[in-house]
C-alpha cells in the first residue's frame, strides 16, 4: 500500500529562526514528490515538484531535498516569518497508466513572534 | 494565475438532501479532482475528469457523483447526504501530463445535519 509519512506532526518556532520538515513514503513506482503550502482556511498551493532525478529545488526561503533511494524529502524553511505559519503536505505522485498521487496528513507550523 | 473558484465557502444541509458542490477553473486545464480533506487524514481523491462528458473513480467515491458537460465546470453531488459526509471538500485543476501542479479552490466546509 502506498503510504506518506510526515514528522514532526506540528512544530513551533521562534520567527526568524530555520526549521526541517521531514517526509518518508512508500510509494512505488515513483513518478515525482510536491510540497504543498496550506493557510487555515485556504487550499493547498504547490510549493515545489521534483522528479526522480532531481534532488534539490528551492523557491524563495524554501527547499525541498530530495533522497529517492531512501524514499525521503525535507522541507527547509529559512528565516522564518509570521506569514510561513501553515500546514506543510508532502504528496508523492506514482505513474501507473493516470497519475496518482498520494497525500501525506501534513506538518502544522507555527511561527511566534 | 490561475482561479479555481468553489461556489460556496460553507453550506449546511439535512441528512438525506441531495447536495451540489461546483467549482470553476479559468485557465483552460484539462485535468479537474474532487477531493476530501479530514482531521488527521490526508487528502482522499473522490472523483477526476480528463476531459468534459469523462469521469473516473478515485479513491472514495462511494455516496458520490459527478459531472463535468463544460470544460471549466465540475460538479460533485451527494446523490442522498449522510453526516459521515460531513466534511471539507477541496476542488483542483491542472494541466494535462505528468509533474504538473494541481492548482486548488479554497474548499466547502460541508455539514450535514
Known amino acids: 500500500k502506498n503510504q506518506v509519512e510526515q514528522s514532526p506532526q506540528s512544530l513551533i518556532i521562534l520567527e526568524g529562526k530555520n526549521c526541517t520538515l521531514q517526509?518518508?513514503?512508500?510509494?512505488?513506482?515513483?513518478?515525482?514528490l510536491r510540497w504543498y503550502k496550506q493557510d487555515t482556511g485556504r487550499g493547498p498551493v504547490s510549493l515545489t515538484i521534483?522528479?526522480?532525478?532531481?534532488n534539490t529545488k528551492s523557491n524563495g526561503r524554501y527547499t525541498a531535498t530530495l533522497d529517492a533511494d531512501t524514499k525521503q524529502s525535507s522541507l527547509h524553511i529559512t528565516a522564518s516569518q509570521l506569514s510561513d505559519s501553515a500546514s506543510y503536505i508532502c504528496?508523492?505522485?506514482?505513474?501507473?497508466?493516470?497519475?496518482?498521487?498520494?497525500f501525506g496528513t501534513g506538518t502544522r507550523l507555527t511561527i511566534i513572534p | 494565475d490561475v482561479k479555481v473558484t468553489q461556489s460556496s465557502r460553507y453550506l449546511v444541509k439535512r441528512t438525506g438532501e441531495k447536495v451540489f458542490l461546483e467549482c470553476v477553473q479559468d485557465?483552460?486545464?484539462?485535468?479537474m479532482f474532487w477531493y476530501r480533506q479530514d482531521p488527521g487524514l490526508g487528502l482522499r481523491l473522490i472523483y477526476f475528469?480528463?476531459?468534459?462528458?469523462?469521469?473516473e473513480k478515485g479513491d472514495i467515491p462511494e455516496g458520490y457523483s459527478v459531472s463535468r458537460e463544460k470544460k471549466e465546470r465540475f460538479s460533485l453531488i451527494l446523490e442522498s447526504a449522510s453526516t459521515n459526509q460531513t466534511s471539507m471538500y477541496l476542488c483542483?485543476?491542472?494541466?494535462?501530463?505528468?509533474?504538473?501542479?494541481?492548482?486548488f479552490g479554497d474548499g466547502t466546509r460541508l455539514s450535514i445535519l
Open positions: 483542483a485543476s491542472s494541466l494535462r501530463g505528468f509533474n504538473q501542479p494541481q492548482h
Open positions: 475528469s480528463y476531459d468534459v462528458k469523462m469521469k
Open positions: 517526509c518518508n513514503y512508500t510509494v512505488s513506482p515513483f513518478s515525482n
Open positions: 504528496v508523492v505522485s506514482s505513474n501507473f497508466g493516470n497519475e496518482k498521487l498520494t
Open positions: 485557465m483552460d486545464h484539462e485535468n
Open positions: 521534483m522528479t526522480f532525478s532531481e
